[in-house]
């Protein structure tokens, strides 16, 4: 009997605990546990913690594990391959869809400049190449590269 009265207490400590800590912003189901094991500790804790906001929540950004892995040293992302491209060459010929590749055979045969401009869905307006971060200096490297 002392048991079953003493597993009730414990219970009811851990409910209150719990609703407390979800009126305050915090985890439910965290908190029954901690006052199922510390009891009145754990209640007198999420008492005197401060109120979690949403804003508090929102305002810090959110990481993904996969931003956490660092691309493979010998493997280097090329953001460029994943588009297919439209350019207007030195001629004012327009073509495409193009990948990144007939766009470095063009800029290697000298018919893009860095002043011509270059277009992939997602852009909006076409662009100059010098305009995009980076490209140019991936038509230069490439070039070189090669």
Not at 17 to 30: I, L, M, P, Y
Not at 33 to 62: C, R, T
Not at 70 to 82: Q, R, T
Request: charged content about 25%; glycine content about 6%.
């Amino acid at each position: 009997m002392k048991l079953l009265l003493t597993l009730l207490i414990v219970l009811t400590i851990s409910y209150l605990t719990s609703n407390f800590a979800a009126k305050r912003g915090r985890d439910r189901a965290g908190w029954f546990i901690l006052g199922f094991f510390f009891g009145i500790f754990a209640m007198a804790a999420v008492l005197i913690l401060p109120p979690l906001n949403k804003k508090d929540e929102e305002e810090q950004p959110q990481v993904k594990s996969s931003d956490l892995i660092p691309p493979h040293p010998l493997e280097p992302i090329d953001k460029f391959a994943d588009h297919q491209w439209h350019f207007i060459d030195v001629n004012g010929k327009q073509k495409g869809p193009v990948d990144i590749v007939d766009v470095q055979i063009a800029w290697d045969d000298g018919l893009l400049r860095n002043d011509c401009f270059v277009w992939h869905e997602g852009m909006g307006d076409w662009r100059k190449i010098v305009e995009i971060i980076g490209l140019e200096a991936r038509l230069r490297t490439a070039s070189i590269e090669d």
